[in-house]
């Protein structure tokens, strides 16, 4: 089991930063390699792909929506993925979710572990 938290959500106008972090705990050792990625789900809408890394920090890809804007990286050593997030726009206004998975061809669609979400909220 592995269990995920995030953290660093909060209120910002458009055109700002915030930077997400997802901490992990439970089977994290070298012995266990997960793939990270983030997620978001706006009010009244599916829950959408957002970022996802390899477990090296190697291989990073996004959605078509925040390339250019967002950057997911890790820190292994401390078991934390972040998600840098500049020139935020009010419609990525969302709760913001990190998960795991086994296997890096497969995080972006049926990850084995996520975390409870942060709320990031962009004003106009």
């Known amino acids: 089991q592995v269990q995920l938290v995030e953290s660093g959500g909060g209120l910002v106008q458009a055109g700002g930063s915030l930077r997400l972090s997802c901490a992990a705990s439970?089977?994290?050792?070298?012995?266990?390699?997960?793939?990270m990625g983030w997620f978001r789900q706006a009010p009244g809408k599916e829950r959408e792909f957002v970022a996802a890394?390899?477990?090296?920090?190697?291989?990073?890809f996004y959605a078509d929506s925040v390339k250019g804007r967002f950057t997911i990286s890790r820190d292994n050593a401390k078991n934390t993925v972040y998600l840098q997030m500049n020139s935020l726009k009010v419609e990525d206004t969302a709760v913001y979710y990190c998960?795991?998975?086994?296997?890096?061809?497969?995080?972006?669609?049926?990850?084995?572990?996520w975390g409870q979400g942060t709320q990031v909220t962009v004003s106009s």
């Open positions: 890394i390899s477990w090296s920090g190697g291989n990073t």
């Open positions: 998960a795991a998975a086994t296997r890096y061809s497969v995080v972006s669609n049926s990850p084995n572990y």
């Open positions: 439970g089977r994290t050792g070298s012995s266990s390699s997960y793939a």
